[in-house]
């Protein structure tokens, strides 16, 4: 594989990924709308290197879409692109599903009519949201989607699409679906840099509801190795399921990266009383699980799943790169997201 283009690029698994690809010899092109919460291009390492290409530009024009292909020629396309902040589409529902569902079908609408010329494969990124909260057991690619949010709604649709257009026209458009990351560029307001930035400060941090709700962690280095390897692999599948297996609720996480930042004294909270109960999220998943046996069986690469180094360096992280923290904090302006009334 020579040349990769990645859509949403700019965004917290975007600028990971891409910077995880500047260690192999790929060209890549980057194109990205730059939305509130993409990371800024001049903190990519490969920004400057010639390899490396980004392009400011929407995904709702099919034909710019196509002359992209057509002159750049990619071996392979990966589609990161999208609104992905959960409480944010809850606040703006119609934005979510209007941009999610139109840019991910041009994209899918280009790279249809570049396959006629070029069979090269497409890999959309999804969500373990798609699938809605499970009680008990874990979801299988091909469960039933059943979202609770205006976000895994559109991310559902988009997947929907993307099978119709492998139908309907024959071409090999690959769904990927990830559990919660965590990890470096994640956006200040999301989970877990809330509760590290809030212990800094030695401030309680907010926990959703009575902090219950469980998620699958992944490293988001760790979802990089991996989606690399089902990009590589010759397997014939068109879904497939990426997570940890480590799934822990809100209350248990916020009481891990409490414990590593008071034993590095990063933190003068005391430890009876780090966290405050705020009112839940509206629609708020009680659990997410996903069985990835098919990930097993068939790609060649185990998942690490340290959990308590990979928090320890995502901590570590955050603090050192306080430039970029001033950088992103400029477009949040802190506030609850998300809260109907
Ligand atoms: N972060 C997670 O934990 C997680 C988990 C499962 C799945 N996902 C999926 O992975 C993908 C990446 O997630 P993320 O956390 O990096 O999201 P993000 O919001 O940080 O980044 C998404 C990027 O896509 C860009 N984008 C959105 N709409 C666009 C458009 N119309 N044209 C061009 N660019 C556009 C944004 O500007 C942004 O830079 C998303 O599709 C998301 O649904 C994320």
Redesign the pocket.
Known sequence: MKKILI?????????NFINFLSKKKIKILN?????K???PEKFKKIFYKNNYKFLK????DAKKIYQILIKYKPDCII???????VDRSIDNPIYFIK??I??ATNLFHAYYKYYKLKKIKLFH?????VYGSIKKGEFKEHDKYNPSSP?SAS?SGSDLIATAFNKTFGCKIKIL??????GPY??PE?YIPTLISSFLKNQKAPIYGKGKNIREW?Y?KESCNAIWKVIISNKKFEKINLGSGIRLNNLEIAKKIFKIMKNKKLTNLSSKDYIKMVKDRPGHDERYALNTTVFKKNIKYKIKNNLYKTLEKTINWYIKNDSWIKNVNRSYDNKRQGLID
């Not at 530009?57 to 709702?60: A, F, K, R, T």
């Not at 990124?125 to 949201?129: L, V």
Request: net charge negative; with cysteine; hydrophobic share 30%.
């Open positions: 859509t949403g690029g700019s965004g917290f698994i975007g600028t194109i990205d709308k730059i939305s919460v993409s990371s530009n929407n995904l709702d589609n990161f692109a999208a609104e992905s902040h941009n999610n139109n840019s990124i999804s969500t373990d949201e976000y991310k679906c990830l559990t919660n990351n965590f994640q956006f999301k992944m988001v």
